[in-house]
């Protein structure tokens, strides 16, 4: 079947859902609940895949964008979560989606903060995270091994580093996802590709062992979706439709930065948090210009919005650890925007591998997924991360529907993951892959789509969004498909390009 998302596609695949019994029900589309529909449909079980809101809303869109191989597992003693990171980093960078993931380098500064004997045990955890790389058949080219590097060398790459008492860097190498809304995009194309009917605006009122309640949010019609096996995977909202899981949610808090303020930052950075051993808040630049710099496992209270807040204490904090390994202090007047996200932490104890902290940290909760069954039959998976979606999506379907053939998706590409061709515009090579020729084709076909609406985004790829992606909205436009709405004053500038790409459906 076509890949193509779009409007007209979801109204009549949502006329189809009312009357068949599919095999399959996934609720929730982030990486997770879409993986888990390409892994149903890919296996020839029909699917039908369901979220209260669009492709990538929840979680999924508010990683840090690392695509890693579980040192930080490994430092904890979870190593079973650290060789499963590094299998499913294999599989992306090499198989699925080597237009949307590929290695990038990260400098840990050696500052008068970091002593020499945590330097070495540090290095002796890269060595061991680079022998997991090359037991998991990752080659160097694609992800080179870790290195010291000189002072000099390190403020090559990171200038805005201080350089008084800097003995040098570690220099390591993980995977990165460019945008990882688009994997969620790419995983539900490929999906409906593979026949799952892909329906974003759709809220799941109620599961039962048979199928769910759902109301269709732009029309308010509620109606039934009749299945076999039903898969919650709606991550740090699965309790509200299964109440017998239990979560502990965890925010993480990431700062945009305005282009310029780490001045031409060559690599990410791993800041050690004063007081905390073995974490670090991580800096990431963009292609855009912007950077990112965030901090995970802050403990989550009280209810779970569906568009979590960054507070203002976590900015603060932020700019004051990720200022000092800087030769200047980060201001406010640096920070262009802000975003924070939930992580759905497994709350049961016969679901972790490790405890929580006595003073309740979620740092220290593991990060094995879990897949729960219900009483009334429900399957739900919680917990994971997204560099491991794609095995936490496998093991929900083998729970659901265990008399279906073995899972294909380690090897199987996401759209996009073909061949590029030569004279493609590396921006779009990363954002589309094969299929950038396609959006460069619309620029030619209409000179005026050529026309950049924000951070070098055309208008023609917010056609292409409308036409192909599934965006019903601006917000899908502005939020989801591209990031432009990460800095408020860049969505007031380019809501208007966006609703007038709506007109292209």
Request: aromatic residues 4%; proline residues 7%.
């Amino acid at each position: 079947m076509n890949s193509s998302l779009n409007a007209a596609r979801r109204r009549w695949e949502l006329d189809e859902a009312r009357t068949d019994v599919v095999d399959v029900l996934v609720v929730g589309l982030g990486a997770t609940g879409a993986g888990a529909a390409l892994d149903a449909a890919s296996r020839g079980l029909s699917v039908a895949a369901v979220d209260a809101h669009d492709l990538a809303f929840g979680t999924s869109r508010w990683s840090s964008k690392l695509i890693h191989g579980g040192l930080r597992y490994l430092a904890s003693g979870q190593v079973g979560v650290a060789w499963e990171s590094a299998v499913e980093r294999d599989a992306l960078l090499r198989f699925t989606a080597p237009h949307l993931v590929a290695a990038h380098p990260y400098l840990l500064p050696l500052t008068p903060d970091v002593a020499r004997g945590q330097a070495a045990t540090l290095m002796a955890g890269y060595r061991l995270g680079d022998a997991l790389r090359a037991a998991a058949g990752t080659p160097r080219r694609l992800l080179p091994g870790p290195s010291r590097l000189a002072a000099g060398r390190a403020l090559t790459l990171a200038p805005s580093l201080r350089a008084d008492g800097l003995r040098g860097a570690l220099l390591s190498w993980d995977g990165r996802v460019v945008d990882d809304a688009r994997l969620v995009v790419a995983l539900a194309r490929t999906a409906a590709a593979h026949g799952a009917r892909i329906l974003t605006r759709c809220r799941a009122l109620a599961l039962t062992r048979d199928g769910a309640r759902v109301r269709d949010e732009l029309t308010g019609d509620e109606f039934d979706i009749r299945a076999r096996a039903v898969i919650n995977a709606t991550g740090v909202w699965a309790g509200e439709l299964t109440p017998s899981v239990a979560l502990r949610p965890s925010r993480g808090t990431h700062l945009v930065l305005r282009p310029g303020a780490l001045g031409a930052l060559r690599a990410g950075l791993h800041v050690p948090i004063p007081g905390e051993r073995a974490r670090f808040a991580l800096v990431l630049p963009q292609a855009d210009g912007r950077v990112y710099a965030g901090l995970t496992d802050e403990p989550l209270g009280g209810p779970i919005p569906d568009v979590p807040e960054a507070p203002e204490s976590d900015v603060t904090f932020l700019l004051e650890v990720v200022g000092t390994a800087l030769d200047r202090p980060l201001s406010r007047a640096d920070v262009a925007g802000a975003f924070a996200g939930l992580r759905p932490l497994v709350g049961t104890a016969d679901a972790v591998d490790a405890p929580a902290s006595p003073d309740g940290r979620t740092a220290d909760l593991s990060r094995r997924h879990a897949v729960l069954r219900s009483p009334d039959g429900v399957v739900t998976v919680v917990g994971g991360k997204l560099t491991t979606y794609r095995r936490m999506a496998e093991d929900a379907v083998d729970a659901a529907c265990p008399h279906a053939r073995p899972s294909r998706t380690a090897r199987l590409p996401l759209v996009g993951a073909g061949p590029v061709r030569p004279g493609t515009p590396g921006r779009l090579a990363r954002r589309y892959g094969s299929e950038a020729w396609a959006v460069r084709d619309l620029m030619r076909a209409d000179p005026a789509l050529a026309e950049p609406v924000a951070l070098g985004i055309t208008r023609a790829e917010l056609v292409w969004a409308v036409r192909h992606e599934g965006a019903l909205d601006a917000g899908d436009l502005l939020d989801r498909r591209t990031r432009i709405g990460l800095v408020p004053e860049d969505r007031a500038a380019a809501l208007p390009a966006a609703e007038a790409a709506l007109a292209y459906s």
